[in-house]
């Protein structure tokens, strides 16, 4: 079968390698119908060592994280329920050295790393999907039990954004999300995303009365740089900035030291790999059931930004879309 592999270099390049025909225990096979090309991919192709691993190549170097399709055979052990549906993956939800990553024709992964989809619903639909629903439960998550009562997403017209709006809505969860465009604003307007900041001139003095007004203590960051800086001094009391992305890319963050202890201010990084959700098995089972029930939500969808051919990687990896969308790779 085709495959997009990582060479010695972490380049990428097309090869052939053998089809697996017989899952490991606890595994799956899939016949990929898309793969999304995300941030991470980008990112940690060139970052081996980051995040622990997570995104490590395993059998045959096949590179890709987030992809969808249909699960043609099921090891021992893998719930009955998964045979013959078509699935969301996040690959990196369950590591093991008999994975195949998705960047592939027929990929093998841990039954736990996949969604099951509806069958009303187009796969492909939700290739990108899984890596950001399970980010923002996993997030909800921890704050909850962190004693938090409402979250500011700095990114709120990222793909994370979306499912954070809609997982927060779900829970009762206040939220306040910063946007850049009053576009954008209007889009999550139209989803029934009430609390929705344009970033311009003078939003700080918004931000500071209606996070404390709803107590919006958790900040989910995914843009970093200038943007947290001038909302800091907005935050409510005993806020704690979780940072997650890096949108803003190498721009720094500043904040004066007197706001940390005035404040009392906690900073710490968020991973999804690293959250209980993820790391315990039947959290993580339990996660994934509780999101096929309202996966099919319209702000969960991947944003479909140009479909490329294998041989099309390069052109693939260099795609940017300015509304969001992904590239995807069509088997």
Known sequence: MRAICVTPSRGL???????????????????????????????FLKMPTALGGALAVRQHDVWGA????????????????????QVAIYRSLGRSPESVGLWCERAQVPYTSCLILPDRVRARDYCGSLVNVVTAYAFLEEIVEAGHQGVIVTAGNSATGYALASLARSRKLPAIFLVRTEAAREALGRLGVEHVIVTNEGFTERLGVLSAELGTTAVFDGVGGDLLGRSVPSLPMNSTIYFYGFLGGASPISIQSMLFMMKNLT???FSNFESRTVKEHEKLVSALKALEGVIDDPMFATRIGKEFSYAQIELAMAYESLQGGKALLVA
């Open 66 to 85: 987030s992809g969808s399709g249909r699960v043609v055979a099921v090891g021992a052990g893998v719930p009955a329920d998964y045979a013959g549906k």
């Open 13 to 43: 390049e097309v090869r052939d390698i053998p089809t697996p025909n017989q899952p490991a225990p606890g595994h799956i096979l899939v016949d990929m119908d898309a793969s999304a090309i995300n941030h991470g991919d980008k990112t």
């Open 267 to 269: 900073m710490r990084r």
